[in-house]
């Protein structure tokens, strides 16, 4: 009998994105540190609406926590899905230089640009 899905072994404990989908639309987009295992840990976002047998969950394997920040912040700007609180709250206000960190970026505020 053939598997219906096989996860490589880096998938088990390490950085990723991952988006909860239903059709085409996503409800939560989210990053582990901890691999999948962060799917499956009584997730306080697949409480707040059921998760349907026909929704799937989408997986980026990132390299760096940093990768992860910049992609999940890209996904949930592209895709505004419902669930993700960071994307339905206003954003801050920062001083002009102020130096801060945000969804896995560090942004320099005189230049705007991300700091490696």
Avoid at 21 to 36: C, F, T
Wanted: charged residues 30%; hydrophobic residues 30%.
């Amino acid at each position: 009998m053939e598997p219906h899905i096989t996860v490589p072994g880096k998938l088990l404990r390490s950085y990723l994105v991952y988006g909860w989908r239903r059709g085409e639309k996503y409800l939560y987009i989210g990053l582990s540190g901890v691999g999948l295992t962060r799917l499956n840990n009584g997730h306080h976002v697949f409480g707040r609406d059921k998760l349907l047998s026909t929704d799937e969950i989408d997986v980026w394997y990132c390299d760096s926590r940093l990768e992860a920040g910049l992609l999940e912040s890209k996904l949930i700007k592209e895709h505004k899905p419902k669930h993700n609180k960071m994307y339905n709250q206003p954003e801050r206000k920062v001083e002009k230089g102020e130096t801060f960190l945000c969804l896995g970026m560090e942004l320099d505020k005189k230049t705007y640009k991300i700091i490696r």
